[in-house]
Every structure is written in C-alpha cells, then in structure tokens.
C-alpha cells in the first residue's frame, strides 16, 4: 500500500514520521511522507533546532507528487502533528485530491494537540484540525486529552469515553490513553456496529511518540483487513512490548524491537473485551 503521511520530522529520536513511517515500512508499506515541522529532536530535550515547514511549501511539494502521477496511486493518508493551523487546509485539499483519484483510499486522522492535561499544539492547530480534517477523516485516534478537545465531553473512564468517541460522528475513532482503574490504561475502538475495549498495565516513564505508533500500525492493520479486534490486538501487542523495553529511555526502542512489529508476541496483560457501543 502507498501511504501518504504528514507528520513532524525530527533528526534525533522516533516521534512523528520517526515512529510512523519506519513502523509502515517493516510492514510492508510504501510512506511518502511529508514534514509539517522539522526540528532537530522532540521538545523535551534542553535545546531544539528547526522551522516549521510554510503551508505553501508543503503544497508545492504536494504539487509535486502530483504532477508526477503518484497521488492517485496512493492507498491512505495520515496526518499527526501539524505546526501552523494553515496546514490543515493544505492537507484537506490532498485528502480531496486522493479521493478522487482513489475512492476507497482512506484518511486516517491522528489529532495530536497534547497530552496529559497539557496543550502542545500550536493556538488554532486544534480548531483547523476540527474544522478542515475531523469531517474528512475514516478512523480518528485521539487520546483522551485530545478526545475531550474534540468532542466537548469529560473523559474519565470507558463509560465517559464512549458517548464522547460516538459525537465526533466518524466511522471509526480509536482513543488512547482511557483510564481503566488506577493501574490500567486502555483503547477504546468503536464503530456505528460494534465497539471493543483493550486494557493493559499502566507503564511509568516511558518516551515519546506511542501515540504516533499506535496510529501508524492501526491504520496498517485496518488496510491489512483485519476487524475491529483483531486491528486492537495486533496493533496494541507490539506498542506495549516497545514501551515496555524502552521504560526509562529517551527514546523508543523501535529499532532494537522491530520484529515486534511484524510477529507480535501475545500479552497475558492485554485484555480485550466487547463493550455495548453508544454510537
């Protein structure tokens, strides 16, 4: 599959087209992938370099891919962080272009604006998002931070994240990061027809850049087709065996666990249970 994906790139680290990107490849994907910033590392560290990438170069280098052909070969796209709210219009014109060409590509939106009850996004990037790309979006993987910024709604738990997830009114929304009790944290996956809850152990101090590789590998395995169930598991067994051999690292140990990705081991912590949905 051609996968076109528009997310931050960094020199050092896996966050972003970091995570996204290499995690397609190993299975099996081609990524044109896109920078929305390029920065020498996550901001977390002491000193960062870089730009944020103009809405009108990102569109000439779209322009680009066009010309030559290739975007109406393209299978998917998928967006993550963006660095001005003028992108996302750029990114809903090469959704527009895609779907053209290709009917059933489809647009996987990961609404990264923060996390932890902390807004990292750029003032407007949440609203753009809202407004030019939620309404055009297949599958949404919001975290419940961003969850609650899209819908409006509390989201404390399953029950709370249910109601919210159905009035974002998309097909599919995967959120992340549900609580499940103190000491477990979850996924909520839902659809108009069905919807299913995968928990696993909290884990402390882990590094940046899960959410971005739980989007990537859930989108590969829905154009995979896999169902719901299977998407969640198979998706959720690599991220938490990476976030558990990279605990009290800077950075996921993508690399060093990549065959991970492609033969997940099964978990005895991962739970994955059916839940009544409130679509």
């Keep these: 599959?051609?996968?076109?994906?528009?997310?931050?790139?960094?020199?050092?680290?896996?966050?972003?087209?970091?995570?996204?990107?290499?995690?397609?490849?190993?299975l099996g994907h081609e990524v044109w992938a896109l920078p929305t910033v390029l920065l020498s590392s996550h901001a977390r560290y002491p000193r960062v370099e870089g730009e944020v990438i103009a809405a009108d170069r990102l569109r000439r280098l779209l322009d680009g891919l066009l010309a030559n052909g290739w975007l109406g070969q393209c299978d998917a796209i998928l967006s993550g962080y963006l660095g001005h709210p003028e992108q996302a219009a750029v990114i809903a014109e090469a959704i527009a272009t895609v779907k053209g060409a290709n009917a059933k590509a489809v647009y996987c939106l990961d609404p990264v604006v923060g996390d932890d009850g902390r807004a990292y996004a750029k003032p407007g990037v949440a609203e753009a998002m809202a407004r030019f790309l939620l309404p055009l979006s297949d599958i949404v993987t919001p975290n419940a931070f961003e969850l609650v910024a899209l819908s409006g709604l509390p989201v404390r738990n399953i029950e709370d994240a249910k109601p919210a997830a159905a009035r974002l009114g998309r097909p599919l929304v995967a959120a992340t990061s549900i609580p499940d009790g103190a000491e477990r944290i979850g996924i909520l996956a839902a659809t108009r027809n069905e919807a299913w809850?995968?928990?696993?152990?909290?884990?402390?101090?882990?590094?940046?850049?899960?959410?971005d590789l739980f989007a990537a590998l859930f989108l590969a395995r829905r154009l995979e087709g896999d169902g719901l169930r299977d998407?969640?598991?198979?998706?959720?067994?690599?991220?938490?065996?990476?976030?558990?051999?990279?605990?009290?690292?800077?950075?996921?140990?993508?690399?060093?666990?990549?065959?991970?990705?492609?033969?997940?081991?099964?978990?005895?912590?991962?739970?994955?249970?059916?839940i009544s949905s409130q679509y």
């Excluded at 087209?17 to 490849?25: E, I, K, P, T, V």
């Excluded at 809850?197 to 959410?211: I, K, M, Y």
């Excluded at 065996?241 to 005895?268: F, K, M, W, Y």
């Design 1 to 26: 599959m051609n996968i076109l994906s528009f997310q931050s790139e960094v020199v050092y680290g896996h966050v972003g087209q970091g995570a996204a990107r290499f995690a397609l490849q190993r």
């Design 197 to 211: 809850f995968a928990s696993a152990t909290r884990l402390a101090e882990v590094p940046h850049g899960a959410g």
């Design 231 to 274: 998407a969640i598991a198979r998706s959720m067994a690599p991220l938490q065996h990476i976030l558990s051999a990279s605990r009290d690292c800077n950075e996921l140990r993508l690399i060093a666990e990549q065959d991970t990705l492609v033969t997940p081991s099964p978990s005895g912590d991962l739970k994955i249970e059916q």
